[in-house]
């Protein structure tokens, strides 16, 4: 049998070359960039968020043949852990080594909860130092001059459509923040780190700039078409930087040497963004769970609250629990669905994979996957522990004095919409309802339907943008056939009780759908007034069109504004 060094080794390489892989796939943004290559861009956003699993699956293959009949020797693994941890000490970002290393055994295991004899825990892991390469420029007496040599300074410089333009539209965005903020006329210098920031169809700067002691982040979002590369927006504001690194956002693709060191760097005007987010944004989704467990784990050791039914009506699909004193939801699917579903739990789970692979447009939350979670029972309220043991048995159960949750999905809290319209003041209840109206606008853009538009499935951030967070009834775009409701021909067809015209699996009938949203007579004017066109079935029938001709994978680079199925109306079923 290989000696532990070997094995030690050959869990490290493996993970080389899967980083290895994954810096090329990400490097290849840039070109589909230039050549406004959209379809290959999506293609390579899939296979790199699929990559991790399959170096784990060939690693775990590797180890069975080697180890044999010591494949879960704890003995052994505690010594491979030991040398593996010395193997990894030093290189750029080790904390990932060792998250693939706890990927490999809990495979090898089956782990339920944490293994701490043989995987590395939260207080093993130490972030190795490295810096993040910056650009800085001197604003002096000019600030358009120093745009002009950042601008140029771009791998995209030359192919700037208009140079002047790009020029006067961000020293002037620039020049009006710090107006505004009563700040000095401009910076006195422009720091900005050096790899861009690739996602779907644009490309972004990313950076600060410093004056008389104050830092104020900068995001510059381009676009690139036939005509060439132009400034699409210009990003001061840290509440719309930090929903731009937000988890209703699909994953950047940036060359970063040092991972951790990006982090340390970003939080310097996003403090308050979770590390786990940023991770898990940066394109390193597994770490950012790792994070997020690490996170979880800690809060449990200093809190003393009790897990409850999340806020909002009792789901057909779902059992949704969360701890009062935490930001995330816990979403345990349960073993059969009430009328009217007519899902499979397979269904479910390959629709919340799909939103884990898909551009999100910032209105999808990034639903996290995980297994085998270890949660001690006495911190769960008693009814909640008997509704998961009865109605979620295929993914529950108690083991000692733990409850163990085979599978579920983690999610950042949001308040429901329907929940928020009731407590809101009317200006807050109107901007929600708005970007209520802005959400289904977004995911239709990136050939998302929901299925179910009622409220209760939106749920409102922090900064009040409207995210989408219900997946058992979401499909494409494209997949629907949108109609007008047939013109009754008879009294008797017009007061009948079931639809009197054939309604097919797919058809989605918009203009029905105002009514069953349950708006107040006063916010449904304001969404009539703005959205009324999304009501008719011409308006998605347009979308589609125009998604079956093809275009680019995110088409808006600003965060989201603050602020069919059956007999029954379509895309209104109650989850």
């Known amino acids: 049998m290989a000696s532990v060094a070997a094995h030690a ?5 493996q993970f080389r070359q899967y980083n290895e892989e994954f810096g090329r796939i990400t490097r290849r943004a840039a070109l589909h960039f230039m050549s406004c290559d959209w379809q290959g861009a999506q293609h390579d956003s899939v296979q790199r968020i699929e990559l991790y699993g399959r170096y784990v699956v060939r690693c775990v293959a590797a180890l069975s043949k080697t180890l044999d009949s010591q494949r879960a020797d704890p003995a052994l693994w505690t010594e491979i852990r030991r040398v593996y941890g010395e193997i990894v000490l030093r290189r750029p970002d080790s904390d990932f080594y060792r998250t693939f290393f706890n990927s490999v055994t809990r495979d090898l295991f089956g782990t339920v909860g944490v293994n701490a004899d043989v995987e590395f825990g939260a207080a093993s892991v130490g972030r190795a130092s490295g810096s993040m390469p910056i650009r800085i420029y001197r604003v002096g007496a000019s600030l358009p001059v120093a745009v002009r040599e950042l ?14 333009g790009a020029v006067h539209r961000v020293s002037a965005e620039v020049g009006r923040h710090f107006d505004t903020h009563r700040q000095s006329a401009a910076p006195e210098s422009i720091e900005l780190m050096e790899p861009l920031f690739y996602r779907g169809a644009c490309a972004f700067v990313v950076g600060r700039m410093i004056g008389e002691g104050v830092m104020t982040p900068l995001v510059i979002a381009f676009g690139n078409s036939a005509a060439g590369v132009d400034v699409e927006a ?4 840290r509440a719309d930087i930090a929903s731009l690194f937000g988890f209703a956002r699909s994953y950047f693709h940036v060359d970063l040497p040092v991972v951790s060191a990006a982090i340390t760097w970003l939080r310097s005007f996003m403090p308050r963004k979770p590390i786990d987010e940023l991770y898990t944004v940066l394109g390193r989704a597994k770490q950012g769970k790792t994070e997020r467990y690490f996170a979880l784990d800690r809060h449990l050791q200093t809190s003393i609250d009790t897990f409850v039914h999340a806020p909002g009506e009792r789901g057909l699909v779902m059992i949704v ?23 499979t739990r397979a269904e479910v789970i390959e629709r919340y994979q799909f939103v884990f692979r898909h551009d999100r447009a910032g209105r999808l939350v990034d639903a996290q996957e995980f297994k085998r979670l270890r949660l001690p029972r006495a911190r769960f309220m008693p009814a909640l522990v008997d509704e998961l043991l009865r109605d979620a048995a295929e993914s529950c159960r108690i083991e000692g004095d733990d409850l163990i949750v085979e599978h579920c999905y983690i999610e950042r809290r949001l308040r429901p919409l329907n929940l928020f319209l009731r407590e809101a003041d009317p200006a807050a209840a109107e901007s929600a309802v708005i970007d209520y109206g802005n ?14 538009l009622l409220l209760k499935n939106f749920g409102v951030t922090g900064h009040g943008g409207v995210i989408f967070y219900d997946y058992d009834e979401l499909c494409l775009v494209t997949d629907c056939v949108f109609r007008d409701l047939p013109t009754a021909r008879f009294d008797e067809e017009e007061s009948s009780a079931e639809p009197w015209f054939y309604v097919g699996t797919n058809d989605v009938f918009p203009e029905q759908w105002l009514p069953f949203l349950s708006l107040p007579p006063a916010l449904r004017e304001v969404f009539t007034r703005h959205h009324g066109e999304l009501l008719t079935s011409a308006w998605w029938r347009a979308r589609q069109s125009a998604l079956l001709r093809g275009g680019p994978a995110e088409s808006k680079p600003a965060p989201a504004p603050a602020a069919g199925r059956s007999a029954r109306p379509a895309a209104i079923s109650s989850v």
């Open 321 to 343: 629990f969360t701890l009062p004193s935490h930001d995330l939801v816990f979403k345990v699917i349960r073993d059969r669905f009430g009328e009217p579903k007519r899902c």
């Open 439 to 452: 959400a289904l606008r977004d995911l239709a853009a990136s050939n998302v339907f929901p299925g179910d």
């Open 151 to 164: 601008l140029a300074d771009l791998p995209f410089g030359a192919f700037i459509a208009d140079l002047d």
């Open 9 to 13: 080794g050959e869990i490290a390489e």
């Open 234 to 237: 210009v990003m001061l504001s």
